[in-house]
């Protein structure tokens, strides 16, 4: 144990981490999404519907509070999410039901209910170097890799942006994927577990996975089947109990689904999903394969065409947190080949991208600025990013919206491709050359990523040009 903390506790001791982790809670200060205040909203709920001895209304009870304007929507989530989600807004719930009103109108809490993504983003940046320990990687680059993961477009759109709990998701898929290189089956069935009640993304990158490490039937289905029938008693009882608060999970669901098998491509004359090709492609791939050498990136490679399979051909642009879901596994694998000046490079260029397509194509998401920290310094009335769509007309803007999305997509096969394991170590071979122009890169990396992620609020500014 003393042994473990030793090697991950000096992380925390970089001093970049504190700048990065001001940076995200700046961000996070500047943004109030609805997705965010949905978030928050139903997490208070939950304690309601227990000290109320409704636990199994609270999905219309969370109906109530969306139609009554306290909340933009319905909970879509599982409720072992939900009770995740409703540990940190216990104190905003019992000060609520001590003074009364609605106490989300107020800055303070509104940023007290954000900081609970930003606390799982570290949380989750520890375990990425936990696994980046298990590739063998020294302590200065898994700190390297730490930062970098703090610093990336996707953890700050998805936390501080639109503020989704989609980075709990993330953690319980890298403690999962964590347990399956360690061979431990118990935590592997309780991480896994959580990673599908957060959301089922973590089957789609842990079936290829474990297709990889494990040969034998039985075992195999065991490890799928108990998680996921877990996840489905959990919420049985509120399936039944309240069908119509639950509605709206299934109409989630469908959507979902109905992304996933949207895209199709015609081939003996049926049209089938692309999805359907990519995902049973590396299912195939990983079952034939074995894990005898370079298992730990082979698991994180395989992990990553996984999930990259599902988020590829899908029929859907607005779900941008979904993408935190790839960060992790670019990350480790691109500081195992070393990290060089060309990869990350790469890297940084089809990041930008990656941000600029989603200002793009979600433009209120990024307008949320009212009644925060940037609106109350800056003042309103400046030019919004909705202004800048409407000034440029909708075939430019869709235009650059889809050249963005190129980029990174393009990027991200070219970095799956070169980041497939083929040596058993190959993170010492990075050249010193390069060593400081890659740090400057890093530097220009995180300026870029957190400048970009804060458009709407820099355009504040504008007002005092006008």
Known sequence: MKAARKNTDPIFKDPRLYVAVGLLLLTGACFYYQDVNSIIRQGMVF???????KLFSFYSMCREASKAGLCGHECTYGIVQAFFMAIWQLPLFLIEKIAGGNILRFFIARLYGKLYTIAIAILTGREIAAVAAKLGMKEEKRRDLFLAFLASGSLIVSACVVGQIDILGTLFLIKTVKAVIDKDDRKFLLWFFLAVSCKIFALFFIIPVLLLTEKKIVP????LGLPIGLYLLSDLPFSLLDAAGTAAKKGRLDGMVACMLGVRIKLFAVNIPVFFLLFAFICIIAWLRNDNENRTAKILWTALCGGTSLLASMDISVYDYWYIYLTPFILLLIYRDGAGFKELL???VSGFAWIAGNIFALSWTFDATDNMLAAFIFGKG??????????????SYHGAWAASWAVYAVALFILIWFSYPWKKQLQNEAAADDARACRILMIFRTAGNFLLCNIAALLLLTRFFK
């Open 47 to 53: 304690w309601d519907a227990l000290f109320s001895g």
């Open 220 to 223: 195999l289905l065991l490890k």
């Open 346 to 348: 790469v890297m940084t």
């Open 382 to 395: 400046g030019i919004t990013v909705k202004d800048i769509y409407l000034k440029f007309g909708h075939e």
